[in-house]
């Protein structure tokens, strides 16, 4: 008897943990040391957790034995509800927070709850894959609106009206972006939200680098631009307070709730499936929320984060033939191949023979749904030296690499 894998899973990828890592392994395996630049993981990189959150969790071990209620503890769903609050987001309860193992837990649930087979769903492209892959698992359609490189890489609203069919369910922005480190204007998400508003559709908004900012920008929280427009924010602990392995999130419903019981209750219903979030993870929100913002030490001028994405910036584009836009947020460069310098015609294999010679492993752009080979997905979290060291290997590498 032969066990197949099922075919809901035919068209679900996520390139970022794909087959390039496996090959990847086996290379340390060999004892080869590579430079894992596929996932934003800041413990790989040294970064610490900061000390309050910690304690908060240790603290508590004897009270997470058992399990929470299934949206999560009440002391972390108050402090996530009094964040919003002071992000100007109105009319949120607790009873409107669910917590999570991770934000990934989180999207599956509110896509799970809401999407039926040929549903759709828009979503950026560039996208942060999961958000496609999920849609695709609930029998939905992922519909990729564009996002404009020579525009800041925003996404562009012509393109997303033009997608809108009596299918749409609703619309996905990722902002700061993931893979691009876009962070989007006040006014471009008015026009998102003026769309939803018109075709009675959800926002779903993923705000998980909301605190990873550079250059003075500033993030807008969309849910805080319209109380007419069902949203539902994710965010969580992974990214700004560096603990990714505690799998904490949070998802927010805010706006016109009444008109969404039927689908509420479909959330809560699979809130309850999963039993509970991790619980001794949960200690850690309040902490975080309340605590200091050390994340902001690292995006002030001369911050190690923002010394190093200035580095990766400078240094990809001084490469010939490569080109990046300057990240305003998150903790990623998407870098453009031209294709007069670079003739890529399979940017997978291109990332592939990348690991194999210089043992540096990035993600290809047609891993976050972009329709062309010419991008790369590159992580700054390693110290600047070593993103400088990295990157000009990779310069080497282009120099002599041909595909065609």
């Given amino acids: 008897m032969e066990f197949r894998q099922s075919s809901k899973l035919k068209d679900v990828c996520y390139e970022i943990r794909g087959p390039v890592v496996d090959r990847a392994n086996a290379l340390e395996e060999a004892g080869h040391s590579v430079l894992r630049l596929n996932t934003g993981n800041p413990a790989t990189f040294g970064f610490e957790a900061p000390e309050e959150i910690v304690q908060d969790i240790i603290r508590n071990l004897p009270n997470a034995h058992g399990y929470s209620d299934s949206r999560g503890i009440l002391p972390a769903r108050r402090a996530v ?16 927070v669910f917590l999570g193992n991770g934000v990934s837990e989180l999207i599956q649930m509110a896509v799970t709850a809401l999407v ?7 979503v950026p492209m560039p996208d942060y894959p999961l958000w496609t892959a999920v849609v695709r698992l ?4 992922a519909v990729h609106y564009v996002c404009d490189e020579e525009a800041e890489w925003y996404p562009d609203l012509d393109d997303i009206a033009a997608k809108i069919t009596a299918r749409t369910k609703a619309i ?11 962070v989007y204007p006040k006014e471009l998400l008015e026009g998102v939200l003026d769309l939803a508003r018109r075709h009675g559709l959800m926002v779903l908004a993923d705000e998980i680098y909301d605190k990873i900012l550079y250059d003075g920008t500033e993030h807008h929280c969309l849910a805080a631009l319209a109380d007419d427009v069902l949203t539902l924010t994710f965010n969580g602990l992974s990214k700004s307070y560096r603990v990714a392995g505690f799998r904490s999130g949070w998802l927010v419903v805010s706006g016109p709730k009444q008109h969404a019981a039927d689908y509420l209750e479909g959330l809560t219903m699979l809130s309850g499936m999963r039993l509970c979030p991790n619980v001794p993870a949960q200690y850690a929100v309040q902490a975080a929320l309340g605590g200091h ?10 911050g190690r984060l923002t010394e190093q994405r200035d580095v990766a910036y400078k240094a990809l584009n001084e490469i010939p033939g ?12 998407f870098a453009r191949l031209d294709p007069a310098v670079h003739r890529i015609v399979d940017d997978e294999q291109f990332v592939l023979d990348l690991l194999l010679r ?17 991008h790369f997905r590159f992580v700054t979290l390693p110290r600047a030296d070593d993103l400088e060291t990295a990157i000009n290997r990779i310069g080497r590498f282009l120099a002599t690499y041909r595909q065609v």
């Fill in 81 to 96: 509800v009094q964040y919003y609050q002071q992000r100007g987001v109105s009319g949120v309860t607790v009873n409107d």
């Fill in 138 to 141: 609930a029998g939905g359609k």
């Fill in 172 to 182: 996905v922005v990722i902002n700061p972006n993931n893979p691009t480190g876009a």
């Fill in 116 to 122: 039926d087979d040929g549903d759709e769903v828009l």
């Fill in 358 to 374: 210089e043992k540096i492993h990035v993600v290809q752009g047609t891993g976050f749904n972009w329709p062309r080979p010419d």
């Fill in 322 to 333: 490569v080109s990046c836009v300057k990240p305003k947020g998150a903790l990623y460069a």
């Fill in 293 to 302: 913002q050390s994340i902001q030490d690292l995006v002030l001028p001369g």
